[in-house]
C-alpha cells in the first residue's frame, strides 16, 4: 500500500518562494508518476505538476517557469519548489501517485 505524507506548505508573500515535500512509502510500479496536484474550495482539484520514473516532468501552464518538480533516486521524497508565488496559487496541496492515490493535502497561502 503506497502512504504519501506532505509538509512545507505555509503562509507566504506574493513573489516568495515555498518548497513542498512529500515522503512517499510503499511499493510504486516503475509505470508510476507521482505528482502535485492542488485544490481550491468549490472547484476541481488540479494537475500541476507530474513526474514519471525517468524524470520526463509535465507542468500546468499557469506554473511553468515558476515550479519545479523533483524525485530522489529512489522515489521515496518528492518535492515541488515553487518560486514568484502569487495569490492565485493559493490552495490545498495534494502529493499523488498513479494520479488517484493521495496524502492528506497541505495548504499553501499566498497573501500580503
Known amino acids: 500500500e503506497v502512504q504519501l505524507v506532505e509538509s512545507g506548505g505555509g503562509l507566504v508573500q506574493p513573489g516568495g518562494s515555498l518548497k513542498l515535500s512529500c515522503r512517499v512509502s510503499g511499493y510504486i510500479g516503475w509505470w508510476c508518476e507521482l505528482g502535485w496536484y492542488r485544490q481550491t474550495p468549490g472547484q476541481e482539484r488540479e494537475m500541476v505538476s507530474r513526474i514519471s520514473s525517468g524524470g520526463t516532468t509535465y507542468y500546468a501552464d499557469s506554473v511553468k517557469g515558476r515550479f519545479t518538480i523533483s524525485q530522489d533516486n529512489t522515489r521515496g521524497n518528492l518535492a515541488l519548489q515553487m518560486d514568484s508565488l502569487a495569490t492565485e496559487d493559493t490552495a490545498v496541496y495534494y502529493c499523488?501517485?498513479?494520479?488517484?492515490?493521495w496524502g492528506q493535502g497541505t495548504q499553501v497561502s499566498v497573501s500580503s
Open positions: 499523488s501517485a498513479y494520479g488517484k492515490v
